[in-house]
């Protein structure tokens, strides 16, 4: 299978939040899922992949919104697609896109 045919694939799996990269347009991996109960999302939408920590956050997203606040990571994917990280405007800390960077460089195999 060539790399493109596995990337087109890949668009179109719905994996279980405990699996990794995963989701056509407004679909992917959701879920507390972690160990500490907190909510991670990711999902692929014209050519990102957009991660999420607030469940309500992705409901909107999935109805067609727009996350308020990023932070993007251009050629950060395992394709080397942009990498965009929700991020929590009452976090001051950046506990929240601390959280989603970690979780999503283990899930899919990458450094960030």
């Not at 469940?55 to 109805?63: L, M, P």
């Not at 727009?66 to 394709?79: C, D, K, V, Y």
């Not at 601390?98 to 979780?103: F, S, T, V």
């Amino acid at each position: 299978m060539t790399l493109r045919a596995a990337a087109a694939l890949a668009a179109f799996l719905v994996l279980p939040a405990c699996q990794g990269t995963g989701g056509a347009e407004s679909a992917g991996t959701a879920g507390p899922g972690l160990a500490d109960g907190t909510f991670y999302a990711q999902a692929s939408r014209d050519g990102r992949i957009y991660v999420f920590g607030k469940e309500a956050t992705f409901a909107s997203w999935q109805r067609g919104g727009e996350m308020q606040l990023t932070r993007a990571l251009i050629g950060a994917g395992p394709g080397g697609e942009t990498v965009v990280f929700e991020v929590d405007a009452k976090d001051a800390k950046g506990v929240m896109t601390a959280r989603l960077m970690g979780e999503f460089a283990k899930r899919n195999n990458v450094r960030i």
